[in-house]
């Protein structure tokens, strides 16, 4: 099976081996019509500590790597 992969923002590398990357998910609300958008953050395994904030980066599922970790980095888009 095919691991999911989302795109998205790093907004904290503070962390030694995993960064925070947000997602954005836009949707139309059912009763007013209204675009909507919906923020979620992931903690992310970077083995290498290569991303900093600011990077789109596009990250893969991952069986559990700690408490909080199941999505790993893969790459960085330009």
Known sequence: MARRQKIGIVVSDKMEKSIVVATETRY?????????????????HDPENTCTIGDTVIVEEHPPISAKKRWIFKTVLK
Not at 28 to 44: D, E, P
């Open 28 to 44: 139309k609300h059912n009763l007013y019509g209204k675009i909507m958008s919906k923020t979620k953050r992931y903690l992310v």
